[in-house]
């Protein structure tokens, strides 16, 4: 993965993570088609690389993601418009999406648009105080995509998601935090050092637990609980058998075991 190189993209990995950083910065990194594309490849290479145990994702400049480039999009008829977002934009997002690592938006700046869904749709979104997140699909009279109307009621529910959608206000990363949108706020300067340092930890964790887990979660919302009990006796049933777990399950007993005990080792 490491040897990927792309014109809309800084990719890099070091240590199980592999930091994504979208790199339009004077255009704030707004997702052209050929950043669409780019970010298919992207994700579909880090999907396949067992090595890669953690995604942080961020933008380069003063703007995560502005959202789409309508440089792109102007002019293009509705049926152009249905095979642009079901070829290209669908493509990435379902790849992003489904990735099996844990994803991790460090939110530098503005948020909008679908650059806003995209941040909302990492599991873990830290910004900085310098963030924004909005929604402006209605200022040009359209509704939100790249999973918006998925994300934003089952984060802050459905009258808080129809605000936000209606009205497109700018929500500053602490309003963002007070509403449940992201897990934490930092000072500009400490954003991408905290971040890492929880990427560094989640790394470490098992990865095939973290995996399961993220994609339990990311289901469980469609699901009803005799189907969630089912993923988890497979989950379970899978994890028990694995190396972390054995390890894991000596430690707990090691630490449980009083001094004085006589070790069974032979």
């Known amino acids: 993965m490491s040897t990927f190189e792309f014109e809309t993209l800084d990719v890099r990995v070091d240590q199980m993570i592999c930091t994504v950083t979208l790199n339009r910065p004077k255009r704030l990194n707004a997702m052209s088609l050929k950043m669409r594309r780019e970010l298919g ?9 067992t090595a890669i145990h953690v995604v942080v994702l961020t933008g380069a400049g003063a703007a995560f993601c502005s959202g789409g480039d309508i440089n792109d999009f102007s002019g293009k008829t509705s049926e152009e418009m249905h095979t642009l977002m079901a070829r290209t934009s669908h493509r990435w997002f379902r790849s992003f ?13 503005a948020a909008a648009g679908g650059g806003c869904n995209l941040a909302l749709a990492c599991d873990l979104v830290y910004a900085s105080e310098a963030a924004y997140f909005c929604q402006t699909f ?16 089952r984060l802050i529910g459905p009258a808080w998601a129809k605000e936000l959608a209606f009205f497109g206000e700018r929500v500053t990363g602490a309003q963002a935090a007070a509403m449940g949108l992201v897990n934490a706020v930092f000072e500009p300067s400490r954003l991408m050092d905290e971040v890492m340092a929880r990427a560094r930890r989640l790394a470490a964790r098992p990865a095939s637990a973290v995996s399961l887990m993220k994609r339990m979660m990311n289901r469980a919302f469609e699901s009803s609980m005799e189907a969630v009990l089912d993923d988890e006796l497979a989950a379970q049933s899978f994890l028990f058998g694995t190396a972390d777990n054995r390890a894991g399950v000596g430690r707990f007993l090691a630490a449980r075991k009083p001094a004085n005990e006589p070790s069974t080792d032979a």
């Open 97 to 109: 999406w489904n990735l099996p690592q844990p994803v991790i938006a460090a939110v530098n700046g």
């Open 138 to 153: 209605m200022e040009i009279g359209l509704v939100p995509d790249l999973g918006g109307a998925f994300l934003l009621p």
């Open 41 to 49: 490849d992207c994700f579909a290479a880090i999907a396949d690389d």
